[in-house]
């Protein structure tokens, strides 16, 4: 692998240090900024909507200072001839800059006086007579409402378009003053200061008609901005928008006196100045740091370099054989004086295990020995076991080859062997042959290892020849194992097979259980309807038969000379009859209806959208004739709308008529009174919660955690399958898509909850289910 560029390890140092510094400065800088923008923009925002409603409200207690002054002059000219009101308008408006014109219109709209301030131009006796009958302002003001604004006045003195204000006095006298619109943003400027803040008033026209800079007064329209449409519309107005493509942020606030909207506008993200401030003092000081940084690291890193070069040259020269007795060197860095330390005791450690291998080779209870693989594979050392082993001395074999020691019979096969270790190693079996001519199997595992410019074999050896012959033993053992597993594994399909031949058949009792129980309930409900039915439709013919009798009795008076008497007798029998028939056959009608459509849901499961009150209702009539003859009754509290379900109403009676007759059977076993109630609503997860809770006996905790198991019951041997709650459990969990719990303690009766999804599962049923159901 080609490695990269090498660099000192003070260069390596300086980078880290500066690449450090940098980093950090650059994460804290940009973290800064992104918490610090959102800030300033929320501040901001906040400064423009407080600056708005402040020179909004300062526009309203200007024109409440000259509404106010207005009504002043009007009360001292009440009375007095257009002269002296004249006279009384010229000295008010004499040094007055609140109004430009002040004048006095007859009822009839007519000029009669008129005052003038210094600045404006013009004489009074020219505007005097003028007809202002026709003047929106004039006619704006009655007795009902003495005084109006408007803000967009043509001036009668100067055609400009003014401010104005009128109020009329009790004898009709209509008072107006014109307001210049430049005196009035003159004090607004005051009012807004000279922030980066650019602060519009604009009328009800959307005609900006103050610019605290001036650019847009007159020339800028904002009737179709979103800003003045949402103000217009009594919507929230926007806190964002664009201006001359310029992000902006604005607030808006309505002088309602005028119609008119002071608007304020600050520019967002980096043209805000206080972030354009913010982004260059964090960049200024990243190049500081940076450039304090490239000053102070190489120093420093070369300070912490030096105890290192020290340490290094101290192990080159250990490595050598040429320290002698120096110490190793030591600096002021911990972590360098303990690497000198560690590399100090690894240094005695080698020596020691150096020594300690040469005594493992020699006390290795398996024969081994070293050959030099440059050298014909001659042996150069061999411990005392493969001495033994082999019969020769170390003396003896050092400086040959195997070859040489006669202990190959076959020159091939020991060229094969060695042909191996070209691949670094070697594992595999040898026979060899001993000094004494003995012939032994060895186990034989040889590693190449490369000293310095040496390549040497490693070998050790494993006399197997006994572990042969063990073998042999166990491959007939194993052989006989195997045919006694056979056997076994014969007897044991045998014996699944049987099995498997009981389960089948408890499975078809399960399936016949259930449509025994099924049938049970069905003969049940019917019994009861046909009872229910019997009282309807007995009353009916009782009351047709006296209709028919009525009839016979009314024709034979007929022949004999009707009555009146006896006509309206008949007439009244007649309805009378009718009325008792058409009651007792619409009650049976129903009984029937609901009787029909709990019979097809239940054998069709089909699915259909349907309220839940729907098919409880149609579940409790047709199980009402079954409670009719028992002291038991049902109270249901079910919302008639809210609770619509997408799903199968057939399981879904089935398992709640179940969770019914099971209350009754069980619960109420042997007492003379009993209520069932059926309560729904829907749960904080959006399901459908559907309760039936009865006042019974309760379920017994040993059968609380196996209770929707098959064949559970507390009346086995007394005619209960318990196979009811299973059905409901299947029918809820598997086709509506819900969940069946219970809460029961003993005494204190117990409550079954259905958790129905209000849409069920898309997948038609299966043939097992329906067979459960």
């Not at 660099?7 to 980093?23: G, I, P």
């Not at 594994?489 to 399960?510: I, P, V």
Request: some cysteine.
């Amino acid at each position: 692998m080609r490695s990269g560029r090498v660099w000192r390890l003070r260069y390596h140092l300086s980078a880290l240090l500066l690449t450090t510094m940098a980093l950090t400065f650059a994460v804290v800088s940009t973290v800064l900024v992104v918490w610090r923008v959102p800030q300033i923009e929320r501040a901001s925002l906040q400064a423009l909507t407080d600056e708005v409603h402040d020179v909004a409200e300062r526009l309203e207690l200007l024109l409440g200072e000259r509404q106010a002054r207005l009504e002043l002059m009007a009360s001292r000219l009440r009375g007095r001839t257009p002269e002296q009101a004249g006279t009384v308008l010229a000295v008010n408006l004499h040094g007055d800059r609140l109004f430009g014109a002040v004048y006095r219109v007859s009822p009839r709209g007519r000029v009669e006086a008129m005052g003038l301030a210094a600045q404006a131009g013009g004489h009074v006796q020219d505007f005097l007579g003028s007809d202002l009958s026709s003047n929106a302002l004039f006619k704006a003001v009655s007795a009902a409402q003495p005084t109006a604004w408007s803000g967009r006045l043509l001036s009668t003195q100067s055609g400009a378009l003014v401010v104005g204000v009128a109020h009329r006095d009790a004898g009709g006298h209509v008072l107006i003053g014109e307001v210049p619109t430049a005196v009035l943003l003159e004090d607004l400027r005051s009012v807004a200061g000279e922030d980066a803040a650019v602060v519009w008033v604009v009328d009800g026209g959307g005609e900006v008609v103050a610019d605290t800079q001036g650019r847009q007064m007159g020339r800028l329209n904002l009737h179709d901005s979103p800003l003045l449409q949402a103000a217009v519309r009594g919507q929230p107005v926007p806190a964002d928008f664009e201006f001359e493509r310029r992000p902006m942020q604005a607030a808006l606030a309505a002088a309602p006196t005028l119609g008119w909207y002071v608007i304020a506008s600050m520019p967002r993200g980096w043209s805000h100045p206080e972030v354009r401030s913010t982004a260059l003092y964090a960049g200024a000081s990243f190049v500081g740091c940076l450039l304090i940084g490239l000053l102070v690291a190489p120093f420093w890193a070369g300070r912490l370099v030096r105890p290192l070069q020290a340490i290094v040259t101290r192990a080159a020269l250990n490595t050598a054989g040429r320290a002698g007795g120096s110490p190793w060197p030591r600096g002021p860095v911990a972590e360098f004086n303990r690497l000198s330390s560690d590399l100090e005791a690894m240094g005695h450690a080698v020596q020691e295990r150096e020594r300690k291998l040469q005594a493992l080779f020699n006390v290795a209870p398996v024969p081994m020995a070293l050959t030099d693989m440059d050298d014909a594979h001659s042996f150069l050392d061999v411990n005392d076991v493969w001495c033994e082993e082999m019969g020769y001395s170390r003396a003896e074999a050092v400086g040959l080859n195997s070859m040489e020691l006669g202990m190959w019979d076959s020159t091939q096969r020991h060229e094969a062997l060695l042909h191996t270790l070209d691949d670094g190693s070697f594992v595999g079996e040898a026979e060899v042959i001993c000094k004494n001519g003995e012939a032994k199997l060895y186990k034989s595992f040889g590693r190449v290892v490369r000293f310095k410019d040496q390549n040497l074999v490693v070998w050790g050896s494993i006399n197997i020849g006994a572990l042969r012959a063990v073998e042999q033993e166990l491959r007939t053992l194993n052989h006989d194992l195997e045919a006694r597993v056979a056997q076994r594994a014969d007897a044991l399909a045998m014996a699944n097979e049987e099995l498997s031949d009981t389960l089948a058949q408890l499975r078809s009792a399960q399936t016949e259980l259930v449509q025994t129980e099924k049938m049970a309930a069905l003969g049940g409900l019917v019994a009861g309807v046909a009872h229910e039915l019997n009282t309807p439709l007995g009353n009916g013919v009782m009351a047709i038969s006296a209709v028919a009798d009525e009839t016979r009795r009314f024709r034979a008076a007929a022949q004999a000379g009707l009555r009146r008497a006896q006509l309206q007798d008949w007439i009244g029998g007649l309805e009378q009859g009718c009325d008792i028939a058409g009651r007792n056959l619409h009650r049976a009608a129903d009984l029937v209806h609901n009787f029909k459509q709990v019979a097809v849901d239940q054998t069709s499961s089909q699915r259909r959208c349907f309220e839940l009150a729907e098919v409880v209702h149609e579940l409790v009539v047709s199980l009402r004739p079954t409670f009719a003859r028992t002291p038991y009754r049902i109270v249901v509290d079910v919302p008639e709308h809210g609770l619509r379900l997408d799903s199968y109403p057939g399981p879904l009676g089935q398992a709640l008529a179940n969770l019914i007759q099971n209350a009754v059977h069980h619960g109420f076993d042997g007492r003379d009174h009993g209520t069932v109630r059926i309560t729904a609503g829907r749960g904080e997860d959006q399901t459908i919660r559907l309760r039936v809770a009865d006042d019974g006996v309760g379920i017994p905790p040993a059968l609380i955690g196996r209770i929707f198991d098959p064949f559970v019951t507390t009346k086995k041997g007394r005619g209960g399958t318990g196979l009811g709650l299973h059905i409901s459990y299947n029918a809820v969990v598997q086709l509506l898509g819900g969940m069946l719990t219970v809460d029961s303690a003993p005494g204190q009766g117990a409550v079954f909850e259905m958790r129905l999804a209000p849409v069920a599962p898309r997948a038609a049923p299966a043939a097992g289910t329906e067979a459960v159901l």
